[in-house]
């Protein structure tokens, strides 16, 4: 497929380009990705989406961040695939299945248990996952947890004020770090979760599903707040609910912006 249907929807702000393609086959190169993705000549996006058959499930999604990497998980593309193909719907990603259903504003996903083992997030070397002995700056004794894809989590006296424009590319390259990681910088307030996410790939953005399960999921263990629990991002809200041993319920809003055909062999 050289030629064909994109829609482009949003949760909270996090963009999607969604390319179906469970008829017809189309491969994109990081290069081109990356080309459709930037916001001054392509479509532009956060995330692209491509949508394929799947054994397993009722849809594969394979999910490109901006600059052209692959990765795991992404929570709201899976709300967004999830409203858009409705009903109840089995989503296969790297990071595992997946499960999604419309909501009259949005949808509600399964996005599995989290991992903690440090071989799970990975980590580079040993270490307690929930009350980690490192820090970079005044970021101290982080949180990692895996959702299908990794995350480091900061809780703080107040999130805004924390420079994550700077500090974030320091963490997410860190050698700790093998796979890169996704950076969450959290404060707590009248038993709400506040959060701003630098994404790796993408960078700063306004919002990150996977960032708010694993935020909230840290929160519950080290006993900050009680599930379920509301979590604040620049773009909007989720409800995220998780108990020991259980998978972890998203909820909240999607939007669909506009659907468009393109020529991919321009990119």
Known sequence: MTTGRFHKMHGLGNDFVIIDAREEEITLSGAQVAAIADRHSGVGCD????LRPSIDA???????NSDGSQVEACGNASRCVAKL????????????I???SATADGAIVDMGTPRFDWQSIPLAYAMDTLNMPV???DLQNPATVNVGNPHVIFFVDDSASV???????????????????NVNIAHIKNGAIYLRVWERGVGLTRACGTGACATAVAAIKRGLVSSPVQVNLPGGTLVIGWHDGESIQMQGPTSYVFSGEADW???
């Open 265 to 267: 062999t321009r990119f």
């Open 85 to 96: 193909i409705g009903d109840e719907t089995r989503i296969e990603t790297d990071g595992g």
């Open 47 to 50: 995330q692209l989406i491509i």
């Open 58 to 64: 009722d849809v594969k999604m394979q999910i490109f």
């Open 98 to 100: 997946i499960i999604g």
């Open 135 to 137: 820090g970079w700056e």
């Open 163 to 181: 420079e994550l424009d700077r500090l974030g590319p320091m963490i997410e390259f860190d050698p700790l770090f093998p796979e890169k990681v």
